[in-house]
Nanobody
Framework: QEQLVESGGGLVQAGGSLRLSCAAS????????MAWFRQAPGKEREFVAA????????AFADSVKGRFTFTRDTAKNTVYLQMNSLKPEDTAVYYC????????????????WGQGTQVTVSS
C-alpha cells in the first residue's frame, strides 16, 4: 500500500529553520510530482511548493519564495522541504502529496497524501 510519511516538524522561534521530510513507501514515486501543502487553524489548506518528477523544476507559493527550498532524493524515495527564516504565519500542519507526472504542467490535484506534521513558529 502506498504511503507518504512526513517528519521533521516541531516548535521553532521566528527566524529559525526546519527541514521537513516525506518518505514514500509501497511503490516508487520517481515518476510522480511531489508537493507540500499546509493548513493553519481556521484556514483552508494552501499550496506551499511542488517539485517535478526529475527534480529539475520547482514551484513555490509567493509567501515562501526565497525562504523555502524543495529537493528530492529518488534513491531514497524521499523529498525534503528546507524552511528558513520562518515566520509565525508559517505555523500550520504541513502535508506531503504526490501525483503521477503526466506532463503539460503541474498537477491540478494530488491523489496521495501523508498524515501531516505540525510546524509551530513562535514570535
Amino acid at each position: 500500500q502506498e504511503q507518504l510519511v512526513e517528519s521533521g516538524g516541531g516548535l521553532v522561534q521566528a527566524g529559525g529553520s526546519l527541514r521537513l521530510s516525506c518518505a514514500a513507501s509501497g511503490r516508487t514515486f520517481s515518476n510522480f510530482a511531489m508537493a507540500w501543502f499546509r493548513q493553519a487553524p481556521g484556514k483552508e489548506r494552501e499550496f506551499v511548493a511542488a517539485i517535478s518528477w526529475s527534480g529539475s523544476s520547482t514551484a513555490f507559493a509567493d509567501s515562501v519564495k526565497g525562504r523555502f527550498t524543495f529537493t528530492r532524493d529518488t534513491a531514497k524515495n524521499t523529498v525534503y522541504l528546507q524552511m528558513n527564516s520562518l515566520k509565525p504565519e508559517d505555523t500550520a500542519v504541513y502535508y506531503c502529496a504526490a501525483e503521477r507526472w503526466r506532463g503539460g504542467g503541474w498537477p491540478a490535484k494530488y491523489d496521495y497524501w501523508g498524515q501531516g506534521t505540525q510546524v509551530t513558529v513562535s514570535s
